[in-house]
């Protein structure tokens, strides 16, 4: 079965810096991988995916992430952290229903 | 973008009713809806899929006979808690798949508290 996993449950990042959450994957053929916000009493935001093509995927809000197939992760990465960007992020895979990631709680300090 | 909305965004009820919550893709037919359901700073957990027209399948371990999912129309579902109890209490999302597409649009949740 598909799965993704966040290995960090909280990051904190002071405003300004670059911030990276990360996510690690086990897929079977090639992974459909997603990443998505959620900000207090919210549904899901949907910030960029991955299915084929360039490795470095650029998304909503200044977000990107790497996927990298032989470390089979998809970190997702921004050069500059804003306070506003801090809320729970959730790393998926496509299974083909959405299977989460735990989620990280990202804190952007001021 | 695509749009799913929920109704209603909060419910409170007691414990032994029923409630429904209704899922909504506004600007596309969804041929397929999904609901989960998150614990407080926990991460959703896939409770069933259902498809326009059919039963729903549900996950291991969810009850079909307490949360009944209806799929009557290409743009809604819904989920009925049938007698409710505190335990239940929960965040509610549903998503939306178009055919073909590999991106879900999720709506805004339901807050639903059990007295």
């Known amino acids: 079965a598909q799965s993704v996993a966040q290995p960090e449950d909280q990051v904190n990042v002071a405003e300004g810096n670059p911030l990276t959450v990360k996510c690690t994957y086990s897929?079977?053929?090639?992974?459909?991988l997603f990443w998505y916000v959620q900000y207090p009493n919210r549904g899901l935001q949907f910030l960029l995916k991955?299915?084929?093509?360039?490795?470095l995927v650029k998304g909503s809000y200044g977000f990107e992430a790497e996927f990298n197939k032989s470390q089979t992760s998809f970190h997702l990465k921004k050069p500059s952290a804003l306070v506003s960007d801090s809320a729970l992020y959730f790393c998926a895979v496509r299974d083909p229903k959405i299977i989460f990631g735990k989620g990280t709680r990202l804190h952007i300090l001021p | 973008g695509a749009v799913v909305s929920q109704h209603p965004s909060r419910v409170i009820c007691k414990s032994g009713t029923s409630v429904k919550i209704e899922c909504r893709s506004l600007d596309f037919q969804a041929t397929t809806m999904f609901w989960y359901r998150q614990f407080p700073k926990k991460s959703l957990m896939l409770m069933a899929t259902?498809?326009?027209?059919?039963?729903?399948?549900?996950e291991q371990g969810v009850e079909k006979d307490k949360f009944l999912i209806n799929h009557a129309s290409l743009t809604l579902s819904t989920l009925t808690v049938t007698s409710a109890h505190p335990e239940d209490s929960s965040f509610y999302i549903c998503?939306?798949?178009?055919?073909?597409?590999?991106?879900?649009?999720f709506g805004p949740g339901t807050r639903l508290t059990v007295t």
């Open positions: 259902s498809n326009e027209g059919s039963k729903a399948t549900y």
């Open positions: 991955y299915i084929t093509g360039d490795n």
């Open positions: 998503s939306a798949l178009t055919g073909g597409s590999y991106e879900q649009y």
């Open positions: 897929v079977s053929g090639n992974p459909y």
